[in-house]
Protein backbone atom coordinates (compact mmCIF):
# COMPACT_ATOMS: atom_id res chain seq x y z
CA UNK A 1 0.00 0.00 0.00
CA UNK A 2 1.32 3.50 -0.82
CA UNK A 3 0.69 6.66 0.36
CA UNK A 4 0.43 8.68 -2.83
CA UNK A 5 -2.19 7.07 -5.53
CA UNK A 6 -2.01 6.63 -8.84
CA UNK A 7 -3.82 9.77 -10.49
CA UNK A 8 -7.14 8.57 -11.88
CA UNK A 9 -7.83 10.41 -14.94
CA UNK A 10 -11.77 9.99 -15.74
CA UNK A 11 -12.29 10.09 -18.77
CA UNK A 12 -16.12 10.27 -20.65
CA UNK A 13 -16.74 8.67 -23.98
CA UNK A 14 -19.15 9.94 -26.16
CA UNK A 15 -21.74 7.45 -26.77
CA UNK A 16 -22.98 7.05 -30.63
CA UNK A 17 -26.04 9.74 -30.92
CA UNK A 18 -28.70 6.56 -31.17
CA UNK A 19 -27.25 5.17 -28.13
CA UNK A 20 -28.01 8.78 -26.91
CA UNK A 21 -31.22 9.35 -28.33
CA UNK A 22 -32.10 5.97 -27.03
CA UNK A 23 -33.89 7.32 -23.45
CA UNK A 24 -35.52 9.97 -24.89
CA UNK A 25 -37.61 7.78 -27.64
CA UNK A 26 -40.62 7.24 -25.22
CA UNK A 27 -41.16 11.31 -25.23
CA UNK A 28 -41.70 11.10 -29.14
CA UNK A 29 -43.94 8.71 -28.99
CA UNK A 30 -46.78 10.63 -28.33
CA UNK A 31 -45.46 13.60 -31.04
CA UNK A 32 -45.40 10.67 -33.93
CA UNK A 33 -48.73 9.36 -32.51
CA UNK A 34 -50.46 12.29 -33.40
CA UNK A 35 -48.69 12.56 -37.18
CA UNK A 36 -49.92 9.49 -37.45
CA UNK A 37 -53.72 9.91 -36.37
CA UNK A 38 -52.92 13.25 -39.08
CA UNK A 39 -51.99 10.36 -41.76
CA UNK A 40 -54.84 7.91 -41.13
CA UNK A 41 -58.13 10.26 -40.07
CA UNK A 42 -59.28 11.47 -43.44
CA UNK A 43 -60.69 14.53 -42.04
CA UNK A 44 -58.18 17.21 -40.35
CA UNK A 45 -61.34 18.34 -38.32
CA UNK A 46 -62.12 15.18 -37.28
CA UNK A 47 -58.23 14.63 -36.25
CA UNK A 48 -58.21 17.60 -34.02
CA UNK A 49 -61.32 16.93 -32.35
CA UNK A 50 -59.86 13.47 -31.52
CA UNK A 51 -56.56 14.74 -30.47
CA UNK A 52 -57.88 17.22 -27.85
CA UNK A 53 -60.50 14.24 -26.57
CA UNK A 54 -57.37 12.04 -26.18
CA UNK A 55 -55.28 14.58 -24.69
CA UNK A 56 -57.82 15.40 -22.25
CA UNK A 57 -58.25 11.44 -21.81
CA UNK A 58 -55.24 11.34 -20.77
CA UNK A 59 -54.06 14.16 -18.54
CA UNK A 60 -57.55 13.22 -15.99
CA UNK A 61 -55.74 9.46 -16.22
CA UNK A 62 -52.39 10.87 -15.89
CA UNK A 63 -53.88 12.78 -13.17
CA UNK A 64 -55.36 9.60 -11.14
CA UNK A 65 -52.33 7.37 -12.41
CA UNK A 66 -49.69 9.61 -10.65
CA UNK A 67 -50.37 9.23 -7.21
CA UNK A 68 -50.53 5.24 -7.62
CA UNK A 69 -47.22 4.72 -9.63
CA UNK A 70 -45.37 7.21 -6.91
CA UNK A 71 -46.92 5.03 -4.06
CA UNK A 72 -45.86 1.48 -6.10
CA UNK A 73 -42.51 3.11 -6.91
CA UNK A 74 -42.06 4.69 -2.98
CA UNK A 75 -43.76 1.83 -1.09
CA UNK A 76 -43.54 -1.20 -3.16
CA UNK A 77 -47.24 -1.57 -2.49
CA UNK A 78 -49.93 -2.30 -4.86
CA UNK A 79 -52.82 -0.76 -4.21
CA UNK A 80 -56.08 -1.90 -5.91
CA UNK A 81 -58.03 0.17 -3.21
CA UNK A 82 -56.97 3.46 -5.38
CA UNK A 83 -60.20 3.02 -6.83
CA UNK A 84 -61.94 4.33 -3.87
CA UNK A 85 -59.94 7.19 -3.78
CA UNK A 86 -61.76 8.57 -7.11
CA UNK A 87 -64.93 7.20 -6.54
CA UNK A 88 -65.36 8.88 -3.47
CA UNK A 89 -63.52 12.21 -5.12
CA UNK A 90 -66.07 11.95 -7.45
CA UNK A 91 -69.39 11.92 -4.59
CA UNK A 92 -67.44 14.43 -2.78
CA UNK A 93 -66.96 17.07 -5.50
CA UNK A 94 -70.52 16.45 -7.05
CA UNK A 95 -71.84 16.88 -3.47
CA UNK A 96 -70.09 20.47 -3.40
CA UNK A 97 -70.44 21.23 -6.75
CA UNK A 98 -74.78 20.49 -6.75
CA UNK A 99 -74.60 22.32 -3.17
CA UNK A 100 -72.96 25.25 -4.97
CA UNK A 101 -75.41 25.66 -7.91
CA UNK A 102 -76.10 28.86 -8.23
CA UNK A 103 -72.41 28.91 -8.80
CA UNK A 104 -72.14 26.92 -11.80
CA UNK A 105 -75.25 27.79 -12.77
CA UNK A 106 -74.35 31.26 -13.54
CA UNK A 107 -72.67 32.18 -17.05
CA UNK A 108 -69.47 33.39 -15.28
CA UNK A 109 -66.45 31.93 -15.59
CA UNK A 110 -64.94 33.24 -12.49
CA UNK A 111 -67.90 31.71 -10.34
CA UNK A 112 -67.77 28.54 -12.39
CA UNK A 113 -64.03 27.55 -11.74
CA UNK A 114 -64.37 29.21 -8.27
CA UNK A 115 -67.40 26.28 -7.80
CA UNK A 116 -65.15 23.35 -9.29
CA UNK A 117 -62.04 24.66 -7.16
CA UNK A 118 -63.89 24.79 -4.02
CA UNK A 119 -65.36 20.82 -5.14
CA UNK A 120 -61.75 19.81 -6.00
CA UNK A 121 -60.36 21.08 -2.41
CA UNK A 122 -63.25 19.29 -0.82
CA UNK A 123 -62.61 16.35 -2.76
CA UNK A 124 -58.84 16.42 -2.19
CA UNK A 125 -59.14 16.89 1.54
CA UNK A 126 -61.57 14.01 1.92
CA UNK A 127 -60.27 11.35 -0.26
CA UNK A 128 -56.16 12.99 1.46
CA UNK A 129 -57.81 11.94 4.45
CA UNK A 130 -59.05 8.78 3.42
CA UNK A 131 -55.77 7.79 2.20
CA UNK A 132 -53.95 8.25 5.61
CA UNK A 133 -56.20 6.14 7.42
CA UNK A 134 -56.30 3.66 4.48
CA UNK A 135 -52.31 3.81 4.77
CA UNK A 136 -52.24 3.58 8.72
CA UNK A 137 -55.11 0.46 8.78
CA UNK A 138 -54.79 -1.36 5.93
CA UNK A 139 -51.82 -1.06 3.96
CA UNK A 140 -48.97 -0.58 7.04
CA UNK A 141 -49.34 -4.05 8.39
CA UNK A 142 -49.17 -5.56 5.18
CA UNK A 143 -45.73 -4.19 3.69
CA UNK A 144 -43.60 -6.55 1.76
CA UNK A 145 -46.48 -8.50 1.16
CA UNK A 146 -47.57 -8.56 -2.83
CA UNK A 147 -50.10 -10.77 -2.48
CA UNK A 148 -51.92 -9.77 0.90
CA UNK A 149 -51.61 -5.80 -0.37
CA UNK A 150 -53.59 -7.61 -2.96
CA UNK A 151 -56.07 -9.10 -0.99
CA UNK A 152 -56.85 -6.39 1.73
CA UNK A 153 -56.46 -3.61 -0.45
CA UNK A 154 -59.23 -5.34 -2.90
CA UNK A 155 -61.18 -5.60 0.59
CA UNK A 156 -60.43 -1.63 1.39
CA UNK A 157 -61.75 -0.50 -2.24
CA UNK A 158 -65.55 -3.01 -1.71
CA UNK A 159 -65.76 -1.23 1.95
CA UNK A 160 -65.26 2.11 0.00
CA UNK A 161 -67.94 1.01 -2.32
CA UNK A 162 -70.51 0.33 -0.16
CA UNK A 163 -69.60 3.40 2.13
CA UNK A 164 -70.85 5.33 -1.17
CA UNK A 165 -73.65 3.29 -0.92
CA UNK A 166 -74.74 4.26 2.35
CA UNK A 167 -73.97 7.74 2.17
CA UNK A 168 -75.12 8.57 -1.35
CA UNK A 169 -77.48 5.40 -2.17
CA UNK A 170 -77.18 3.25 -5.01
CA UNK A 171 -78.50 5.18 -7.70
CA UNK A 172 -76.55 6.83 -10.55
CA UNK A 173 -75.73 10.56 -10.21
CA UNK A 174 -75.81 12.91 -13.11
CA UNK A 175 -73.82 16.14 -12.93
CA UNK A 176 -74.07 18.87 -15.25
CA UNK A 177 -70.65 20.95 -16.15
CA UNK A 178 -70.71 24.18 -14.82
CA UNK A 179 -72.55 26.45 -17.48
CA UNK A 180 -69.46 28.35 -19.08
CA UNK A 181 -67.66 25.08 -19.58
CA UNK A 182 -70.97 23.33 -21.55
CA UNK A 183 -70.49 23.35 -25.18
CA UNK A 184 -67.57 24.00 -27.66
CA UNK A 185 -65.40 26.10 -29.68
CA UNK A 186 -64.55 25.74 -33.14
CA UNK A 187 -60.99 25.87 -33.89
CA UNK A 188 -59.68 25.06 -37.73
CA UNK A 189 -63.20 23.48 -38.64
CA UNK A 190 -63.06 20.87 -35.45
CA UNK A 191 -65.42 21.61 -32.87
CA UNK A 192 -63.75 21.06 -29.07
CA UNK A 193 -65.32 21.06 -26.32
CA UNK A 194 -64.22 23.27 -23.55
CA UNK A 195 -64.24 21.43 -20.93
CA UNK A 196 -61.60 19.17 -22.66
CA UNK A 197 -59.72 22.14 -22.72
CA UNK A 198 -59.52 22.93 -19.33
CA UNK A 199 -58.68 19.26 -18.22
CA UNK A 200 -55.84 19.75 -20.67
CA UNK A 201 -54.73 22.58 -18.76
CA UNK A 202 -55.24 20.87 -15.36
CA UNK A 203 -53.15 18.01 -16.02
CA UNK A 204 -50.93 19.94 -17.45
CA UNK A 205 -50.05 21.90 -14.36
CA UNK A 206 -50.30 18.80 -12.38
CA UNK A 207 -47.69 17.55 -14.09
CA UNK A 208 -45.41 20.23 -14.07
CA UNK A 209 -46.35 20.62 -10.47
CA UNK A 210 -45.09 17.39 -9.55
CA UNK A 211 -42.11 17.50 -11.53
CA UNK A 212 -41.08 20.91 -10.15
CA UNK A 213 -41.36 19.18 -6.52
CA UNK A 214 -39.63 15.89 -8.10
CA UNK A 215 -36.65 17.09 -9.88
CA UNK A 216 -36.10 21.20 -7.49
CA UNK A 217 -36.86 20.20 -4.20
CA UNK A 218 -35.32 18.14 -1.05
CA UNK A 219 -38.59 16.49 -0.56
CA UNK A 220 -38.34 15.08 -4.22
CA UNK A 221 -34.81 14.17 -4.20
CA UNK A 222 -35.57 12.14 -1.34
CA UNK A 223 -38.69 10.79 -2.97
CA UNK A 224 -36.99 9.77 -6.13
CA UNK A 225 -33.95 8.46 -3.71
CA UNK A 226 -37.06 6.19 -1.86
CA UNK A 227 -38.31 4.69 -4.73
CA UNK A 228 -34.78 3.98 -5.69
CA UNK A 229 -33.41 2.30 -2.23
CA UNK A 230 -35.75 3.08 0.52
CA UNK A 231 -32.72 1.64 3.11
CA UNK A 232 -30.47 3.60 1.94
CA UNK A 233 -32.39 7.43 2.42
CA UNK A 234 -33.13 5.98 5.94
CA UNK A 235 -29.69 5.26 6.75
CA UNK A 236 -28.90 8.61 5.57
CA UNK A 237 -31.53 10.23 8.04
CA UNK A 238 -34.44 10.63 6.31
CA UNK A 239 -37.53 9.25 8.07
CA UNK A 240 -39.18 7.24 5.17
CA UNK A 241 -42.13 6.08 6.93
CA UNK A 242 -43.13 9.82 6.96
CA UNK A 243 -41.95 10.26 3.27
CA UNK A 244 -44.24 6.83 2.85
CA UNK A 245 -47.77 8.17 4.41
CA UNK A 246 -47.23 11.74 2.40
CA UNK A 247 -46.79 10.51 -0.72
CA UNK A 248 -49.53 7.84 -0.11
CA UNK A 249 -51.88 11.16 1.15
CA UNK A 250 -50.79 12.96 -2.14
CA UNK A 251 -51.77 10.04 -4.24
CA UNK A 252 -54.56 9.85 -2.67
CA UNK A 253 -55.52 12.87 -2.86
CA UNK A 254 -54.50 13.34 -6.80
CA UNK A 255 -57.08 10.23 -7.14
CA UNK A 256 -59.82 12.72 -5.49
CA UNK A 257 -58.86 15.20 -8.00
CA UNK A 258 -58.93 12.87 -10.73
CA UNK A 259 -62.16 12.03 -9.56
CA UNK A 260 -63.83 15.41 -9.99
CA UNK A 261 -62.36 15.53 -13.57
CA UNK A 262 -63.72 12.30 -14.63
CA UNK A 263 -67.15 12.79 -12.97
CA UNK A 264 -67.35 15.92 -14.77
CA UNK A 265 -66.27 14.70 -18.07
CA UNK A 266 -68.79 11.64 -17.98
CA UNK A 267 -71.68 13.70 -16.18
CA UNK A 268 -72.66 10.66 -14.51
CA UNK A 269 -71.07 9.50 -11.43
CA UNK A 270 -71.37 5.61 -9.79
CA UNK A 271 -69.93 4.18 -6.70
CA UNK A 272 -67.84 1.94 -9.00
CA UNK A 273 -66.76 4.16 -11.06
CA UNK A 274 -63.28 4.41 -9.59
CA UNK A 275 -63.12 0.67 -10.07
CA UNK A 276 -63.63 0.88 -13.91
CA UNK A 277 -60.89 3.36 -14.62
CA UNK A 278 -58.63 1.07 -12.75
CA UNK A 279 -57.89 -0.77 -15.69
CA UNK A 280 -56.46 2.04 -17.50
CA UNK A 281 -54.93 3.48 -14.74
CA UNK A 282 -52.87 -0.13 -14.38
CA UNK A 283 -51.97 0.09 -18.10
CA UNK A 284 -50.41 3.65 -17.88
CA UNK A 285 -48.45 2.50 -14.97
CA UNK A 286 -47.57 -0.71 -16.28
CA UNK A 287 -46.38 0.66 -19.47
CA UNK A 288 -45.02 4.17 -17.96
CA UNK A 289 -42.71 2.07 -15.91
CA UNK A 290 -43.48 1.61 -12.22
CA UNK A 291 -42.29 4.58 -10.36
CA UNK A 292 -41.78 7.02 -13.05
CA UNK A 293 -44.20 10.28 -13.42
CA UNK A 294 -42.82 10.92 -16.76
CA UNK A 295 -43.22 7.25 -18.03
CA UNK A 296 -46.86 7.65 -16.63
CA UNK A 297 -47.23 11.16 -18.02
CA UNK A 298 -46.28 9.54 -21.64
CA UNK A 299 -48.49 6.63 -20.81
CA UNK A 300 -51.39 8.06 -19.94
CA UNK A 301 -51.33 10.22 -23.11
CA UNK A 302 -50.59 7.36 -25.55
CA UNK A 303 -53.79 5.79 -23.91
CA UNK A 304 -55.95 8.10 -24.52
CA UNK A 305 -54.98 9.38 -28.04
CA UNK A 306 -55.02 5.21 -28.64
CA UNK A 307 -58.47 4.66 -27.45
CA UNK A 308 -59.67 8.12 -29.37
CA UNK A 309 -58.28 7.38 -33.00
CA UNK A 310 -58.99 3.36 -32.58
CA UNK A 311 -62.76 4.34 -31.63
CA UNK A 312 -62.69 6.62 -34.28
CA UNK A 313 -61.16 4.56 -36.86
CA UNK A 314 -62.93 0.74 -35.66
CA UNK A 315 -65.29 0.90 -32.98
CA UNK A 316 -64.50 -2.99 -32.43
CA UNK A 317 -61.02 -2.13 -32.06
CA UNK A 318 -61.09 -0.08 -28.86
CA UNK A 319 -62.20 -2.24 -26.99
CA UNK A 320 -58.65 -4.09 -27.55
CA UNK A 321 -56.70 -1.22 -28.06
CA UNK A 322 -54.93 -0.35 -24.56
CA UNK A 323 -54.46 -3.90 -24.08
CA UNK A 324 -52.90 -4.63 -27.44
CA UNK A 325 -50.75 -0.79 -26.53
CA UNK A 326 -49.24 -2.64 -23.25
CA UNK A 327 -48.03 -5.52 -25.17
CA UNK A 328 -46.40 -3.61 -28.16
CA UNK A 329 -44.84 -1.35 -25.31
CA UNK A 330 -43.52 -3.79 -23.08
CA UNK A 331 -41.88 -5.88 -25.90
CA UNK A 332 -40.42 -3.17 -26.58
CA UNK A 333 -39.34 -2.18 -23.53
CA UNK A 334 -39.91 -4.67 -21.07
CA UNK A 335 -39.71 -2.54 -17.81
CA UNK A 336 -41.94 0.01 -19.13
CA UNK A 337 -41.00 3.01 -21.10
CA UNK A 338 -39.42 5.19 -18.76
CA UNK A 339 -37.88 2.44 -16.33
CA UNK A 340 -36.91 3.10 -12.61
CA UNK A 341 -33.83 1.83 -11.00
CA UNK A 342 -34.74 -0.27 -8.30
CA UNK A 343 -31.78 -1.12 -5.21
CA UNK A 344 -33.78 -3.66 -3.96
CA UNK B 1 -8.01 3.00 24.54
CA UNK B 2 -9.07 6.62 24.77
CA UNK B 3 -13.12 6.41 26.20
CA UNK B 4 -15.22 4.86 23.23
CA UNK B 5 -17.53 6.80 20.36
CA UNK B 6 -19.25 3.07 20.29
CA UNK B 7 -20.18 0.31 22.62
CA UNK B 8 -21.81 -3.00 21.86
CA UNK B 9 -22.70 -5.21 24.99
CA UNK B 10 -24.01 -8.86 24.61
CA UNK B 11 -25.59 -7.47 21.37
CA UNK B 12 -27.25 -10.46 19.35
CA UNK B 13 -29.31 -9.94 16.01
CA UNK B 14 -31.40 -12.98 14.30
CA UNK B 15 -32.40 -12.76 10.78
CA UNK B 16 -35.97 -14.58 10.11
CA UNK B 17 -35.01 -17.67 10.94
CA UNK B 18 -30.96 -17.39 11.76
CA UNK B 19 -29.20 -16.37 14.85
CA UNK B 20 -26.09 -14.47 13.12
CA UNK B 21 -24.84 -12.10 16.09
CA UNK B 22 -24.73 -14.43 19.37
CA UNK B 23 -23.40 -11.61 21.81
CA UNK B 24 -21.02 -9.07 20.25
CA UNK B 25 -19.04 -6.76 22.84
CA UNK B 26 -16.11 -4.28 21.97
CA UNK B 27 -16.08 -0.80 22.49
CA UNK B 28 -15.01 1.68 19.55
CA UNK B 29 -12.30 4.16 20.60
CA UNK B 30 -12.55 7.92 19.46
CA UNK B 31 -10.67 9.51 16.78
CA UNK B 32 -9.21 6.23 15.65
CA UNK B 33 -10.06 3.56 12.72
CA UNK B 34 -11.14 0.29 14.49
CA UNK B 35 -11.02 -2.46 11.57
CA UNK B 36 -13.43 -5.67 12.23
CA UNK B 37 -11.85 -8.27 10.62
CA UNK B 38 -13.38 -11.58 10.35
CA UNK B 39 -14.03 -14.67 7.89
CA UNK B 40 -17.23 -14.43 5.62
CA UNK B 41 -20.26 -15.18 7.27
CA UNK B 42 -18.50 -14.11 10.37
CA UNK B 43 -21.27 -11.58 11.07
CA UNK B 44 -19.67 -8.61 10.58
CA UNK B 45 -21.81 -6.67 7.69
CA UNK B 46 -24.69 -7.60 9.92
CA UNK B 47 -22.52 -6.23 12.69
CA UNK B 48 -22.22 -2.90 11.26
CA UNK B 49 -26.45 -2.55 9.96
CA UNK B 50 -27.51 -3.51 13.46
CA UNK B 51 -25.38 -0.92 14.92
CA UNK B 52 -27.11 1.60 12.09
CA UNK B 53 -30.53 0.07 13.06
CA UNK B 54 -31.24 -1.81 9.69
CA UNK B 55 -31.85 -4.74 11.89
CA UNK B 56 -33.21 -4.50 14.96
CA UNK B 57 -30.82 -6.67 17.95
CA UNK B 58 -33.32 -8.65 20.46
CA UNK B 59 -30.90 -8.21 22.71
CA UNK B 60 -27.74 -6.44 23.92
CA UNK B 61 -27.16 -2.38 24.40
CA UNK B 62 -25.55 -0.22 21.58
CA UNK B 63 -24.02 2.90 22.99
CA UNK B 64 -23.24 5.91 20.66
CA UNK B 65 -21.77 8.57 23.14
CA UNK B 66 -22.84 6.68 26.36
CA UNK B 67 -26.40 7.35 24.94
CA UNK B 68 -28.64 3.85 23.84
CA UNK B 69 -29.49 3.69 20.55
CA UNK B 70 -30.75 0.31 20.04
CA UNK B 71 -34.23 0.68 18.97
CA UNK B 72 -33.98 3.60 17.24
CA UNK B 73 -34.53 4.05 13.28
CA UNK B 74 -31.68 4.63 11.42
CA UNK B 75 -32.85 7.90 10.62
CA UNK B 76 -32.64 8.92 13.91
CA UNK B 77 -29.30 6.95 14.39
CA UNK B 78 -28.27 8.95 10.91
CA UNK B 79 -29.20 11.95 12.83
CA UNK B 80 -27.52 11.26 15.75
CA UNK B 81 -24.02 11.10 14.16
CA UNK B 82 -22.91 8.09 11.86
CA UNK B 83 -22.27 8.31 8.62
CA UNK B 84 -22.81 4.99 6.74
CA UNK B 85 -20.93 3.59 3.46
CA UNK B 86 -22.50 -0.08 2.80
CA UNK B 87 -21.32 -3.32 1.55
CA UNK B 88 -23.33 -2.99 -1.85
CA UNK B 89 -22.36 1.42 -1.29
CA UNK B 90 -26.41 2.21 -1.87
CA UNK B 91 -25.91 5.04 -4.49
CA UNK B 92 -28.82 6.33 -5.70
CA UNK B 93 -28.33 4.70 -9.68
CA UNK B 94 -31.14 7.60 -11.08
CA UNK B 95 -29.91 10.32 -9.45
CA UNK B 96 -26.92 12.45 -10.69
CA UNK B 97 -23.56 12.35 -8.75
CA UNK B 98 -24.56 15.99 -7.17
CA UNK B 99 -28.00 14.76 -5.94
CA UNK B 100 -26.64 11.75 -4.58
CA UNK B 101 -24.47 14.21 -2.32
CA UNK B 102 -26.81 16.94 -1.19
CA UNK B 103 -29.30 14.37 -0.29
CA UNK B 104 -26.36 13.41 2.30
CA UNK B 105 -26.25 16.70 3.42
CA UNK B 106 -28.27 16.66 6.51
CA UNK B 107 -28.33 20.88 7.26
CA UNK B 108 -29.15 21.75 3.24
CA UNK B 109 -26.36 22.24 1.15
CA UNK B 110 -22.88 20.56 0.91
CA UNK B 111 -20.50 22.78 2.68
CA UNK B 112 -17.89 24.35 -0.02
CA UNK B 113 -14.82 23.56 2.01
CA UNK B 114 -15.94 19.83 2.14
CA UNK B 115 -16.59 19.56 -1.35
CA UNK B 116 -13.40 20.89 -2.35
CA UNK B 117 -11.66 18.19 0.07
CA UNK B 118 -13.93 15.35 -2.15
CA UNK B 119 -12.96 16.51 -5.27
CA UNK B 120 -9.65 16.75 -4.56
CA UNK B 121 -9.51 13.38 -3.19
CA UNK B 122 -11.98 12.24 -5.83
CA UNK B 123 -11.56 14.03 -8.67
CA UNK B 124 -14.25 11.69 -10.79
CA UNK B 125 -16.84 12.98 -8.68
CA UNK B 126 -16.00 16.67 -10.32
CA UNK B 127 -15.82 15.46 -13.75
CA UNK B 128 -19.18 13.61 -13.74
CA UNK B 129 -20.80 15.87 -11.56
CA UNK B 130 -23.97 16.24 -13.32
CA UNK B 131 -23.81 12.89 -14.33
CA UNK B 132 -26.27 10.06 -13.28
CA UNK B 133 -24.40 7.98 -10.83
CA UNK B 134 -25.96 4.99 -12.23
CA UNK B 135 -23.07 5.62 -14.72
CA UNK B 136 -19.91 5.50 -13.08
CA UNK B 137 -18.10 2.87 -13.10
CA UNK B 138 -17.69 0.24 -10.10
CA UNK B 139 -14.80 1.97 -8.13
CA UNK B 140 -15.93 5.78 -8.77
CA UNK B 141 -19.52 4.58 -7.31
CA UNK B 142 -18.02 3.31 -4.13
CA UNK B 143 -16.33 7.15 -4.15
CA UNK B 144 -19.60 8.21 -3.86
CA UNK B 145 -20.62 6.12 -1.44
CA UNK B 146 -17.75 7.38 1.09
CA UNK B 147 -17.84 11.16 -0.67
CA UNK B 148 -21.72 10.86 0.57
CA UNK B 149 -20.91 9.65 4.08
CA UNK B 150 -18.04 12.04 4.01
CA UNK B 151 -19.80 15.40 3.18
CA UNK B 152 -20.54 16.38 6.95
CA UNK B 153 -18.65 15.98 9.88
CA UNK B 154 -20.24 12.35 11.96
CA UNK B 155 -19.46 11.23 15.25
CA UNK B 156 -18.54 8.10 13.64
CA UNK B 157 -18.48 6.38 9.93
CA UNK B 158 -19.04 3.18 9.58
CA UNK B 159 -17.67 1.62 6.54
CA UNK B 160 -18.31 -1.68 4.79
CA UNK B 161 -15.82 -2.97 2.94
CA UNK B 162 -14.85 0.13 0.20
CA UNK B 163 -12.07 -2.11 -1.48
CA UNK B 164 -14.89 -4.84 -2.38
CA UNK B 165 -13.79 -5.82 -6.21
CA UNK B 166 -12.43 -2.75 -7.06
CA UNK B 167 -8.65 -2.54 -8.82
CA UNK B 168 -5.43 -1.84 -6.99
CA UNK B 169 -5.36 2.11 -8.35
CA UNK B 170 -9.02 2.83 -6.90
CA UNK B 171 -8.38 0.95 -4.07
CA UNK B 172 -4.99 3.48 -3.37
CA UNK B 173 -7.07 6.24 -4.20
CA UNK B 174 -10.20 5.45 -1.48
CA UNK B 175 -7.09 4.70 0.92
CA UNK B 176 -5.53 7.93 0.72
CA UNK B 177 -8.51 9.82 0.90
CA UNK B 178 -9.92 7.23 3.98
CA UNK B 179 -6.03 7.96 5.19
CA UNK B 180 -6.74 12.00 5.11
CA UNK B 181 -10.53 11.43 7.05
CA UNK B 182 -8.85 9.54 9.85
CA UNK B 183 -5.87 12.60 10.00
CA UNK B 184 -8.70 15.01 10.54
CA UNK B 185 -9.25 13.21 13.81
CA UNK B 186 -12.27 10.95 12.55
CA UNK B 187 -13.73 7.75 14.43
CA UNK B 188 -14.11 5.08 12.05
CA UNK B 189 -15.30 1.65 12.51
CA UNK B 190 -14.53 -0.48 9.12
CA UNK B 191 -14.76 -3.79 7.70
CA UNK B 192 -12.53 -4.98 5.26
CA UNK B 193 -11.30 -8.32 4.08
CA UNK B 194 -8.41 -6.72 1.96
CA UNK B 195 -5.30 -7.15 5.10
CA UNK B 196 -2.67 -4.86 3.87
CA UNK B 197 -5.71 -1.73 3.79
CA UNK B 198 -6.56 -3.16 7.43
CA UNK B 199 -3.08 -2.61 8.05
CA UNK B 200 -2.71 0.60 6.63
CA UNK B 201 -5.71 2.36 7.91
CA UNK B 202 -6.32 0.37 11.46
CA UNK B 203 -5.33 1.55 14.81
CA UNK B 204 -7.15 -0.96 16.40
CA UNK B 205 -8.77 -4.26 15.43
CA UNK B 206 -11.77 -6.10 16.83
CA UNK B 207 -11.81 -9.76 14.90
CA UNK B 208 -15.22 -11.85 14.72
CA UNK B 209 -15.89 -15.24 14.53
CA UNK B 210 -19.19 -17.32 14.23
CA UNK B 211 -21.34 -13.78 15.24
CA UNK B 212 -19.28 -13.25 18.53
CA UNK B 213 -15.87 -11.10 18.95
CA UNK B 214 -12.73 -13.42 19.31
CA UNK B 215 -10.01 -10.89 20.07
CA UNK B 216 -9.33 -7.07 20.16
CA UNK B 217 -6.64 -5.17 20.35
CA UNK B 218 -4.35 -2.87 18.95
CA UNK B 219 -3.50 -3.50 14.58
CA UNK B 220 0.68 -3.48 15.48
CA UNK B 221 0.13 -5.90 17.48
CA UNK B 222 -2.38 -8.43 15.31
CA UNK B 223 0.03 -6.86 12.26
CA UNK B 224 3.32 -8.65 13.88
CA UNK B 225 2.32 -11.67 14.77
CA UNK B 226 1.63 -13.86 11.50
CA UNK B 227 0.88 -16.70 13.91
CA UNK B 228 -2.14 -14.61 15.48
CA UNK B 229 -3.43 -14.10 11.90
CA UNK B 230 -3.35 -17.56 10.90
CA UNK B 231 -5.22 -18.82 13.90
CA UNK B 232 -7.90 -15.81 14.17
CA UNK B 233 -8.55 -15.25 10.40
CA UNK B 234 -6.47 -18.14 8.29
CA UNK B 235 -4.70 -15.78 7.35
CA UNK B 236 -0.74 -16.50 5.94
CA UNK B 237 0.90 -13.68 5.68
CA UNK B 238 4.83 -11.80 6.16
CA UNK B 239 4.79 -9.59 8.90
CA UNK B 240 4.99 -6.26 7.96
Known amino acids: ?????????????????????????????????????????????????????????????FVIASGMTLVFGLMDVINFGHGAFISFGAFVGTTVLLALGQMTGAPSLLLNLLAIAGAVLAAMIVTGGMGWAFERVIVRPVYGSHLKQILVTMGGLIVAE???????????????????????????????????????????????????????????????????NPEMVQALGYNITRVFVGVFIAGSALAGLGGVMWALYQEVITAHMGNEIMILVFIVVIIGGLGSVEGCFIGALTVGLVQNYAAFMEPKLALISNIALMVAILMWRPMGMVPVVKAK | MSDPILQLKGVKTDIAQYHILHGVDFDVPRGAVTMLLGRNGAGKTTTLRTIMGLWKP??????????????????????????????????????????????????????????????????????????????????????????????????????????????????????????????RGASILMVEQNFSLAKALGDHVAVMDDGKIIWTGSMKELASDTGLQERLMGLKMETA
Open chain 2, 58 to 183: HQGEILLDGAHINGLSPAQIARRGIGFVPEDMGIFADLTVEENIRLAALSGQPIPERLDWIFEAFPALRTFWKSAAGTLSGGQKQMLSVARAVVEDRELYLIDEPSKGLAPAIVATLAKALKDLKN
Open chain 1, 1 to 61: MTDSAPTHTPTMTKLPLAERLRPWLPVLLVPVLIVVGYLIIPSSSSWLTLTVSGLAMGMMI
Open chain 1, 162 to 228: QLIYVIWGGHEIVIARPETLKGAITFAGAALEKYRLVAVAVGLIVFLGLRLVLRRTKLGLIVRAGVE
